[in-house]
């Protein structure tokens, strides 16, 4: 009986849980693989692996960083089983940079900024495609969900200090890309 | 002298690095691009789509049916052939048996034809024992 209480709380607590990260964790993963399909299933068996752990959770990290460490962890097996899994078809359904680019809300400008301003989106995800794994996941976790240094060394499993080598490597980066193209 | 000295225009962020405005403003538009992007993502309607996994269930009918036709086809052949052997072993044990019964039976009229033979040639009746002598002299002389 107690059991089944504990049991009733924690999936109560747990769907809170889904309902504040989901998004979250869903364009987390969208901006990292530039595929919807791709994004839903993955942030789907995160949330399932997040729920069969849910109560082996100790609560010492914010739960949008455990759950960020999961899908961190989901994306890399998943790029490691299809670099395995030679003989499948390698076709992804990733959209190309420039339809990436097309989502930029049009805002109180006028067509000559709206079009610079794609552009220049379109450049940030060309530099974000050439970056490191980890140098790609370090700069969307600080620059999209805008964790601090902190939140995104637990997410990650890094120090503080690699990851600000990262972040830093990754806006050198992103910075040399705008500078190329203007 | 730092960056930020020599430039006005960076600002640095909590997390200590600098970022100009023109790149500030293309993060900017990144991060609402993606925003945007995940949020017209979340809210489309779904499309439930069967997995394209195996359907383990008809393989295992398949496999289970091939398997018993191939089971009832070779079991019949196999019955059949064994039926064909016993029956060529049946006939070839007749065969010998049959040459054994007629070799026995020759033998035996054989046996018996020389004992009728034998028992004529010995025994000759008193009456004709000088006929007998006789035979016996014409085969001495050669006549």
């Given amino acids: ?64 960083t455990w759950l960020m460490r999961i899908a961190i962890n989901l994306q890399k097996d998943h790029w490691r089983n299809r670099r395995l899994q030679f003989w499948r078809q390698t076709r992804t359904n990733a959209v190309d940079l420039d339809e990436a680019s ?47 240094l902190k939140e995104i060394a637990e997410a990650t499993g890094m120090g503080e200090g690699t990851v600000k080598a990262h972040l830093s490597r990754a806006l050198a980066r992103v910075r040399r890309e705008l500078g190329e193209k203007q | 002298m730092n960056r930020r000295d020599e430039d006005p225009k960076l600002v640095r962020g909590n997390d200590g690095l600098e970022l100009e405005p023109e790149l500030r403003e293309a993060i900017g538009n990144f991060k609402s691009s993606v925003d945007a992007w995940s949020d017209n993502a979340m809210s489309r309607p779904r499309e439930v789509i069967e997995p394209a996994r195996t359907n383990w269930v008809r393989i295992t009918r398949w496999a289970l049916g091939c398997a018993v036709f191939i089971g009832t086809v070779s079991g019949g052949v196999y019955e059949n052939q064994r039926q064909q052997g016993i029956a060529k072993a049946e006939a070839a044990r007749f065969a010998d048996q049959q040459r054994e019964l007629a070799a026995e039976r020759a033998k035996e009229e054989a046996d018996l034809m020389a004992k009728v033979d034998s028992d004529i040639a010995r025994e000759v009746p008193s009456a004709l024992e000088p006929m007998a002598s006789l035979m016996d002299e014409n085969q001495g002389t050669g006549n």
């Fill in chain 1, 1 to 64: 009986m107690i059991n089944a209480t504990a049991e009733a709380i924690a999936t109560q607590e747990f769907d809170s849980v889904v309902a504040d990260h989901r998004a979250q964790i869903f364009r987390f993963l969208l901006a990292s693989t530039r595929d919807v399909d791709l994004a839903e299933t993955l942030t789907q068996d995160c949330l399932l692996k997040a729920h069969r752990n849910w109560t082996s959770f100790r609560g010492e990290s914010s739960v949008l």
């Fill in chain 1, 102 to 148: 097309e989502w930029l809300p049009s805002g109180e400008r006028s067509a000559e900024q709206r079009m610079l301003a794609k552009e220049r989106v379109a450049h940030v995800w060309s530099a974000v495609e050439n970056l490191s794994e980890r140098q790609r996941t370090v700069f969307l976790l600080r620059y999209v969900e805008e964790l601090d």
